[in-house]
């Protein structure tokens, strides 16, 4: 059973840094793709951030990228994914999600577990 956590949501100001935790709990972590998703009411699940087992491939949305990164850390079990410049458009509830396979990867359907995300808000 893969659970995945995930921590660091919160309100906050247009312009300001959060960064977002996921812990997960399987014993191979280590060779698991992981991506961050995000979604908004009456809107489709949007890719935000994937990384690949080792922490060497990394894709991005186009709506984050140059402001958001993913990483990981495998002696933690532990996947980041640090926000810069947060938008009001960013407000989002933010899933991460594991793989069986080593990634990266940008599709959900390629993601096997899920957490239960947390909500980010950003106001203007």
């Known amino acids: 059973q893969v659970q995945l956590v995930e921590s660091g949501g919160g309100l906050v100001q247009a312009g300001v840094s959060l960064r977002l935790s996921c812990a997960a709990s399987v014993r191979t972590f280590s060779r698991q793709a992981m991506c961050w998703f995000r979604q908004t009411p009456g809107k489709e699940c949007e890719f935000v951030a994937a990384i690949s087992w080792s922490g060497a491939g990394t894709y991005y949305g186009d709506s984050v990228k140059g402001r958001f990164t993913i990483s990981r850390d495998n002696a933690k079990n532990t996947v980041y994914l640090q926000m810069n410049s947060l938008k009001p458009e960013d407000t989002a509830v933010y899933y991460c999600?594991?793989?069986?396979?080593?990634?990266?990867?940008?599709?959900?359907?390629?993601?096997?577990?899920w957490g239960q995300g947390t909500q980010v808000t950003v106001s203007s």
């Open positions: 999600a594991a793989s069986l396979r080593v990634g990266p990867l940008r599709s959900d359907r390629d993601y096997n577990y």
